[in-house]
């Protein structure tokens, strides 16, 4: 399992990457998040409850997505534009 520190430090640098970084979160396979972190200063989109249901419906198009690979090649991001914010997902590890 990875711990904390690591995932704090590594949300920390994902915020740090671009200052339109609002907001991160990492998963594990079922949805379930495991480090959520927002910019300093900046008010919530979502609430907490709002964006643990967002990250598992993330997970069930990902597995979605997965289920397709053998005719669309494997998955390198996700990506959408929404009309407020945009969203990309990232596979970290597998």
Known sequence: MIGYEFLYAFGKQLLNLHKSIRWMAITDKF???LNAQYREGLKPIMTQEENEEYA???ITRQKTRTKFESKTGKVIYAFGRYLYNS????????
Do not use: K
Not at 87 to 94: D, I, R, T, V
């Open 56 to 58: 598992s419906s993330t």
């Open 87 to 94: 969203h990309s997902g990232l596979l970290l590890f597998g």
């Open 31 to 33: 949805g379930v998040i």
